[in-house]
């Protein structure tokens, strides 16, 4: 696994593609990133990484796999709001699934040996049948981000069929850490963290009694590393098998952060889930991934980075 590789992240300067970056770079490959910088950050990203400053969904893409020769791809940019997809379809379905299309092609055309796709758990499955979700549970999804996440699994499977093009799909949790937007709509940890911080009351829409399947971001980077062992095709489940409440959240933050106001709840959003979790057997089995940080130590570490970044100069 480890090796002087070179490999493609897209949106390496991203929460997740960042923490992917680093431990890369740990081990020794070339890494380049392409990012549009929409929600990424340039000081996200450490010193030696070629990177581009461009849109998954631009021509420019096919020059850089001329130019830089990559190995392998880890693609996680993606337009990643549920709230959004359902504004603007269109435009979810244009980075989701036109933008992955041109990825996938030029992999193909480039001659890559593996692709490495962030796709999603939370949003695919719509109402589960039962918990937590197997991989073979019926995909239904909710919201277009939900479908245009199943739409890129499917053209990978298509390409691999067709082409030969190697790809592993992770299907991702609720997956929470520092480097995360706490000005999104995405990442209720994130935004919790801030909003306490700043002494506000944070916002909860519908109950709170919606369950999601928290997954932390360095667990979801041993995973995407695992992915490239040989033998490992397919989708898999990126999760604990566990759902916790968003109120169960806020008040393991409010105790972390000694935080006594009481949330403001405003009406449930179109194209959530109410309840999920993964059964992420099957990565465990074929991949030796398991998660390593429990969601209180995780939400320690996330509480702690927010209170840093409130503490730092602007």
Known sequence: ?????????????????????????????????????????????????????????????????????????????????????????????????????????????????KFIYSSTGGALYGDPEYIPCREDHPIRPLSP???????????????????????????????????????????????????????????????????RDFVYVKDVVEANLLALKEGVIGAYNIGTGTGNSVNQIFQMLSEILKFRKKPVYSPARLGEVHQISLDATKANLEMGWQPQVSLREGLEFTAAYFRDMAKAPA
């Open 145 to 211: 981000y939900g479908l245009s996440k199943s739409v890129g699994e499917k053209y990978l499977d298509l390409y691999r069929r067709t082409y030969r093009l190697n790809y592993v799909a992770l299907r991702y949790g609720n997956v929470y850490g520092p480097r995360q937007d706490p000005h999104g709509e995405a990442g209720v940890i994130a935004i919790f963290s801030r909003t306490i911080l700043e002494d506000k009351q944070p916002r909860i829409f519908g109950s709170g009694e919606q369950e």
């Open 1 to 113: 696994m480890v090796g002087s590789k070179t490999v493609l992240v897209t949106g390496g300067a991203g929460f997740i593609g960042s923490h992917l970056v680093d431990r890369l770079i740990e081990l020794d490959y070339r890494v380049v990133v392409v990012d549009d910088l929409s929600t990424g950050k340039l000081t996200h990203l450490a010193r030696g990484v070629n990177f581009h400053h461009t849109s998954v969904t631009q021509p420019a893409i096919d020059e850089i796999f001329h130019r830089e020769k990559p190995e392998i791809v880890f693609h996680l940019a993606a337009q990643v709001s549920v709230n959004h997809s359902v504004r603007d379809p269109a435009g979810d379905a244009q980075t989701n699934v036109l933008g992955m299309l041109r990825l996938i092609d030029a992999s193909r055309r480039h001659g890559v040996e």
